[in-house]
């Protein structure tokens, strides 16, 4: 049965993966997102790159927890470390930012690995408990007057938005969009390509059926200590990048509850999509922004509402409401 219940897996990615793609959807999008930093004033230039590092930051949660069933809750001590790296290397060395975001990327991959190996030893509550404890832990290191002279300590580091470069005639915020968007797009493609191979149908397996993937001859290890690396990469090198668009970084941005967050807009979005990312990046972003606003007394009672609500109503998230109004909408048109 277990074995079945794998076959079936296998085969359900392979027609996903063969689902042919809508072209002129993605280059019409493509053009909006090209277009959006010349249509909107230099803040709302900032939240649309923050969105961007925000939903990247979410798909490295997705990957582990969405694919290969792995429940982090420490993915805000990887978004720290990124964002550290880059502004050390970019404060104390003066390295260009480009050089700063692949050091973290590296960096982040490393540690992921690192971690995931003795992670191999936990599932379920305790690696999310083992990962929560990493995600405490990592602001007060930070804090510590051995690394002062290096992290700040508890003021930060304050670090210079970056000039477009070869005269191009754009402004701070106008560049960093689209290095955002450019960075977004390697990171959602190289999800895509995981995802939609022989690794993606490994994790799945894995996710849904560990001892009927073992039999298959699936490499537990590897791949999840793998997928915890790459996971890892990607939150961290969010979190550089993050640095370099507020400019700042201090301990007190990076409490355990941005784990929390991160998780939050994973299952918002829709764990095992790869485009859920995005709706979770607006949720966590706007979500709290107008319940702080309008709920000024208890911001974050309607947040835990809004989850509740969520939870019952949309348990596969909001890409798997899209999903279905989609297949409604092409069934409704065949039937015209």
Not at 53 to 65: D, R
Not at 112 to 132: Q, V
Not at 286 to 312: H, N, R, T
């Amino acid at each position: 049965m277990a074995q079945a219940d794998y076959t079936v897996s296998l085969s359900a990615c392979s027609v996903a993966r063969r689902r042919p793609l809508s072209w002129p959807l993605i280059l019409t999008t493509a053009a909006i997102l090209c277009a959006l930093p010349f249509m909107l004033s230099a803040y709302n230039t900032f939240v649309a790159a923050q969105l961007l590092v925000f939903a990247v930051a979410i798909q490295g949660v997705n990957l582990l927890t969405g694919y290969s069933g792995q429940l982090s809750f420490g993915h805000g001590a990887f978004y720290a470390v990124g964002a550290y790296t880059v502004a050390i290397l970019l404060s104390h060395f003066g390295l260009s930012y480009i050089v700063g975001l692949v050091v973290a990327a590296v960096l982040c991959l490393v540690i992921g690995l690192l971690f995931g190996l003795p992670a191999l030893r936990l599932e379920g509550h305790y690696l999310a408990l083992a990962t929560f404890g990493l995600a405490i832990a990592v602001p007060q290191l930070l804090k510590l007057n051995a690394f002062q002279s290096w992290t700040g300590g508890v003021q930060g580091i304050i670090l210079d938005k970056p000039d477009a470069p070869l005269g191009l005639p754009l402004n701070p915020d106008q560049w960093l969009y689209f290095v955002a968007l450019l960075l977004t797009l390697v990171v959602f493609l190289t999800s895509w390509n995981l995802t939609r191979g022989r690794i993606g149908r490994a994790l799945i397996a894995i996710r849904d059926q560990p001892t009927a993937a073992t039999t298959m001859g699936v490499d537990l290890a590897f791949h999840k200590t793998a997928i915890f690396g790459v996971s890892a990469m990607f939150t961290g090198l969010a979190g550089g990048l993050s640095a370099i668009l507020t400019q700042f970084v201090a301990p007190d941005s990076f409490s355990w509850f941005l784990s929390i967050t991160f998780v939050v807009g994973a299952v918002i979005g829709g764990l095992g999509s790869i485009f859920g990312p995005f709706y979770g990046a607006l949720f966590i972003h706007f979500v709290p922004e107008i319940s702080d606003k309008v709920f000024q007394a208890a911001p974050l009672m309607p947040y835990g509402v809004l989850l509740i609500v969520f939870m019952f109503l949309l348990p596969t998230g909001v890409s798997g409401l899209v999903g279905s109004a989609f297949s409604w909408l092409r069934k409704r048109m065949r039937g015209t």
